[in-house]
């Protein structure tokens, strides 16, 4: 009996420290959460939607909030979609904010087929927001994609202030990660230059630093659809900036083998729906060869698991901003960078087997 008691005693003794050790463990494992914000052009699904649900799923990223900005669509497109998306998803506790809805340089949208034709485009002709009308507001562009009333709102307060107060009240925790346009985080920086000091980092999908651009000779969309907020982001004093720029881009594609595969992992109907009506889909239908790209995708794979960069180098970074045949450039100095360039991690290359897992992560789930 005296040592049954005694056992007893030790089994105790063993799960109290047990306790001791797995409820410190368990807060600190809470504590590293990595706090973030996402700032998109948002469309549905590959490229910026699975982005987004890939930081929301990851078990590492507190997904502070999604910044509504102009590029692929409108913000009040992108609002609805990203809306839809959360509601979908299951995620309605992940705040929507609405942004800048216009680029820097005034009329831009009426000009643009004229600057194609005086300063060249490349293959892709791609004019996001300025290749349709604007809604009329999100509710309306949200009721004649979704058929149906949206149950999420977006907040009250804009998207450039939301990103002010989150990195004031969160200095030195907090990732931008920027994959539509530079227009949320220039007027983030308008109302407060000394948020460049206290976010963690920026990674971005943007630029064509040693490759061709996509919709210009030697522009990547997101930065030619504004170049004068680019410039004025790329050269704040953030702490870090990391670009996944086309030239690590171009070599992640979506082929027609993994596309099937994706589509085979859908059940839920909403997402099914979304995904008949993906840009890329009758494309790959029709022809066996096709395939695309995965873009933002890339900026979240990097911020969920860094070691998907097998490849990087930091150098000064700048944009052309001039209103001419080289408007919206990005480029890159091995030597030194003009005055007030900074220095940023450019990726180019990644490792494939860590990244496609993230995806179809997101898939099983739909």
Request: net charge negative; charged share 25%.
């Amino acid at each position: 009996m005296e040592m049954r008691n005694d056992f007893r005693k030790f089994c105790c003794i063993i799960s109290a420290l047990a306790l001791l050790v797995l409820v410190p463990l368990s807060r600190g494992q809470a504590a590293e959460k990595e706090k973030v914000i996402l700032d998109t052009d948002m469309v549905e699904l590959l490229d910026d939607g699975v982005a987004m649900m890939m930081l929301a799923q990851a078990p590492n990223i507190q997904l502070e909030g999604v910044t509504i900005v102009f590029g692929n669509t409108w913000v009040e497109t992108g609002t609805a979609a990203a809306i839809r998306q959360l509601e979908g998803m299951g995620r309605k506790d992940i705040p929507v904010f609405m942004g800048v809805d216009e680029p820097t340089r005034k009329g831009r949208f009426d000009h643009m087929a004229e600057e194609k034709r005086l300063y060249g485009q490349n293959f892709d002709s791609h004019r996001g927001a300025a290749g349709y009308p604007r809604p009329a507001s999100w509710q309306r562009a949200y009721r004649e994609r979704y058929r149906r009333e949206p149950e999420l709102r977006p907040q009250k307060e804009a998207a450039a202030d939301f990103i002010v107060r989150t990195l004031r009240e969160n200095p030195g925790e907090v990732t931008l990660v920027a994959i539509g346009s530079g227009a949320n985080l220039a007027a983030a920086l308008e109302r407060d230059p000394s948020i460049a000091g206290l976010a963690k980092r920026v990674v971005y999908m943007a630029g064509a630093f040693m490759v061709e651009g996509n919709v210009m000779p030697h522009a990547e969309f997101n930065v030619w659809i504004d170049p004068e907020s680019a410039r004025k982001v790329y050269r704040a004093p953030w702490k870090e900036q990391i670009f996944l720029p086309l030239d690590v881009c171009n070599t992640a594609k979506l082929s027609h083998e993994e596309y099937q595969k994706l589509t085979e992992k859908i059940r839920q109907p909403w997402a099914k729906a979304m995904w008949k009506d993906y840009w890329a889909g009758p494309l790959f239908r029709q022809d066996p060869g096709f395939s695309s790209y995965i873009w933002d995708v890339l900026a979240a794979a990097v911020v969920i698991d860094p070691q998907v960069i097998t490849r990087e180098e930091t150098l000064p970074v700048d944009v052309n901003d001039q209103y001419g045949p080289g408007y919206g450039d990005t480029m890159a100095y091995r030597g030194f960078g003009p005055e007030g360039t900074q220095k940023a991690r450019i990726v180019f290359e990644v490792d494939q087997k860590k990244l496609w897992p993230m995806v179809e992560g997101v898939f099983d789930r739909l």
